[in-house]
């Protein structure tokens, strides 16, 4: 099996760098690419024979161009879409909006204002859904 793909979507560079940060700590072999806004995530999601559907997609709720909502929207029934594990996180995130990016396929939704060790297991988590179990 090749490096997993990980894409993070979120208009905060230090989010990103953040994020990025963490899944080194459980994984320096992985291959990650960032965007900053919807229309650039978009268009990293179109189907390409260069870029790889991502493992994993990082997504910020309040992403500038087209929200999370919109996003898991637009690839919830698409292949090969459906079996990318979501997460998405944002300032705005309450139990509603949890509950609507869960029905849309998202593997959790939580809240900016999270704990760094929480964090890391969510996206410790995440990493371990993607892991084959030999």
Not at 101 to 111: D, E, I
Request: proline share 6%; net charge neutral.
């Amino acid at each position: 099996m090749g490096a997993m793909n990980i894409l993070i979507a979120d208009s905060n560079y230090q989010d990103r760098a953040l994020f990025k940060e963490i899944i080194y700590q459980f994984d320096r072999h992985v291959i990650v690419d960032t965007v900053s806004n919807g229309p650039e995530l978009f268009h990293r999601l179109a189907p390409s024979a260069s870029r790889p559907v991502p493992d994993l997609l990082v997504l910020q709720y309040e992403l500038p161009g087209a929200d999370a909502l919109q996003v898991l929207e637009r690839i919830y029934l698409l292949e090969p879409y459906t079996s990318v594990v979501k997460l998405v996180w944002g300032a705005l995130v309450n139990g509603d909006i949890v509950e609507r990016c869960r029905k849309l396929g998202a593997l959790q939704c939580f809240s900016k204002v999270i704990q760094p060790s929480a964090m890391k297991r969510l996206i410790k988590d995440a990493l371990q859904t993607l892991t084959p179990v030999c």
